[in-house]
């Protein structure tokens, strides 16, 4: 059984504190100082809720990469609305709040990454408007811009995120992903800007991870998207 939402918040302050990530550091988040003693406590919730790992507890390279872009390009983003998806601790939607989105949906599938989303947006003085949700293969999304930081973690999520996300491009909407170099990120998505972002070596094997913003090759061109978007 999920948690409630009080014992989320409590479990997330109680495991987390809360730092600057070094590529975004505008930005506050709840994390994880030590990646195995919260991987080990969360395993019991996981024997007992069927929660999902920690990641919400740690700032990716993907996704510290995809919020720095927005927060240099905020264009992308400016009066439009946006959809975090699979947010994490929501770094990439509170810089794209910062960056002047007329409103961000942060959704993830772990309870957890829903409530640790909401505190920090929270301690950001971000607006955000969290949802636990399974999005993929929803082509009916009303968000005009799709942003996802490290989604090619694995070959299932992969396989079920690539066809999403360029169905979505292909309709006008406009979609940004931060991945590290992850073995399953499509090969012709088109790169946009490249980071070196500090990272915990426990979590990744190294200090450093170079970081890709990418788009799908079947973006509509700009002046096509507003036709299209809500078809």
């Not at 439009?80 to 939607?93: E, H, N, P, T, Y």
């Not at 998505?189 to 970081?211: K, Q, Y």
Request: charged share 20%; with cysteine; hydrophobic share 45%.
């Amino acid at each position: 059984m999920a948690p409630t939402r009080a014992e989320a918040i409590a479990f997330v302050e109680a495991h987390t504190t809360l730092a600057r990530p070094p590529l975004v550091p505008e930005v506050e988040l709840y994390t994880a100082t030590e990646v195995t003693p919260l991987w080990q406590v969360t395993q019991g919730w996981l024997d007992d809720t069927g929660l999902e790992p920690p990641y919400w507890a740690f700032a990716w390279a993907g996704g510290q990469a995809l919020a720095r872009f927005i927060l240099d390009h905020p264009e992308t983003v400016r009066g439009k609305s946006v959809l975090d998806f699979a947010c994490g601790g929501g770094v990439v939607g509170i810089a794209a709040h910062h960056a002047g989105a007329a409103r961000v949906v942060a959704v993830d599938t772990d309870p957890l990454a829903v409530v640790a989303a909401s505190l920090n947006a929270r301690a950001n003085g971000a607006t955000l408007a969290t949802e636990r949700r399974d999005l993929l293969g929803d082509a009916a999304i009303e968000q005009e811009v799709v942003l996802a930081g490290d989604v090619f973690f694995d070959a299932r999520m992969a396989r079920r995120v690539e066809p999403w996300l360029r169905a979505l491009a292909t309709r006008g909407v406009t979609v940004r992903v931060g991945d590290p170099g992850r073995a399953y990120v499509p090969g012709d998505f088109v790169p946009l800007a490249r980071f070196e972002v500090p990272v915990p070596p426990d979590l990744e094997g190294s200090a450093w991870r170079s970081a890709v913003v990418l788009r799908p090759p079947e973006e509509a061109p700009a002046g096509a998207r507003s036709a299209t978007i809500g078809r």
